[in-house]
């Protein structure tokens, strides 16, 4: 019986991978196109092509999984975000049920509890919703914002486009709670592989970094490590239009972004740890993710 990872060509998919290989256990990648498949089969991957909003490619990838990592990837340049998000739920909820599957972790978020006003992370509130009861165990991970998300405002720092750090939340000392793609990836493999009698019918982890950061400490961090002051600047909402307009993003993903940053700002989006809610801290820090490149 393999462990199957969808998203495997992503950040925390593509660490999920890894940690399970490092354990010397077997590992099916779904991914949807072949010409990524290679890279997964050299290293003794099994590879099973599916669209995450196929429910019957998907059943057959989960057949004889011991464990399922679930997730959905962002759309990126979908017009509507929230409909693709419920198609691959539809079909990934299908496909968990129809194979039969034990155990599934699912990727989410902070604020993934909520039903409006999160933006983007309403796309996590609805993949849960989906996918609760459709295996005996079921892991919800909650995880903090991405320290990664910093990355491009940092590049552009060090290739010398822009002076300051651009930040598109508005409250440059405001601390929220931040972990690394690799920390994620870890604790999934984790549950992945825990004894049945260890895991409850119902999993929900909050998952962060060792402390919280706001955009000033990540300025702070990125100033130490070039050796000169870049402060963080707020960026407009035109100005985080623009960016992703270049990016090729559609509409609905800027206003859904801009709507989470915004809850961010106002405290919408925060940690509700409850009795049954596990919370875990990462291992890594900003400085280690961020000054890596």
């Known amino acids: ?36 498949a290679e890279s997964f089969r050299s290293r003794h991957v099994e590879v099973a092509i599916a669209d995450l909003i196929d429910g019957e490619a998907l059943t057959k990838a989960f057949q004889g999984a011991k464990a399922v990592f679930a997730m959905n990837p962002p759309a990126y340049t979908d017009p509507d975000l ?3 998000a419920v198609k691959v739920s539809q079909a990934l909820a299908l496909a968990i049920k129809a194979a039969k599957v034990e155990r599934i972790v699912v990727l989410s978020s902070v604020g993934a509890e909520r039903s ?10 609805t993949l849960e919703e989906a996918l609760k009861g459709t295996a005996p165990q079921v892991v919800m991970v909650r995880a903090a914002s991405f320290m990664e998300n910093w990355n491009n405002a940092i590049s552009a720092v060090k290739s010398g486009q822009s002076p300051v750090l651009g930040s598109m939340l508005q409250k440059l000392d405001r601390k929220i709670p931040h972990v690394a793609t690799n920390d994620i990836g870890r604790v999934v493999a984790e549950y992945m592989t825990k004894p049945s009698s260890e895991v409850d019918k119902l999993v929900i982890i909050e998952l962060e970094g060792p402390e919280d950061y706001s955009p000033n400490d990540v300025a702070k961090v990125v100033s130490d490590a070039l050796g000169k002051t870049v402060p963080a600047a707020v960026m407009t909402e035109e100005m985080i239009r623009d960016l992703f307009n270049k990016l090729g ?25 409850g009795e049954n809610v596990i919370r875990i801290k990462g291992k890594l820090t900003s400085a280690d993710v961020l000054n890596k490149n």
């Open 249 to 273: 993003f559609s509409k609905t993903m800027v206003d859904n972004y801009i709507e989470m940053s915004r809850g961010f700002d106002d405290n919408t989006i925060h940690w509700t740890t």
């Open 1 to 36: 019986m393999s462990y199957v990872v969808t998203g495997s060509t992503g950040q925390v998919g593509s660490a999920v991978v890894d940690y399970l290989l490092a354990q010397s256990l077997p590992v099916r990648a779904v991914i949807r196109c072949e010409n990524k």
């Open 116 to 125: 409006s006003k999160t933006g983007n992370i309403l796309t996590a509130h």
């Open 82 to 84: 929230q409909a693709a």
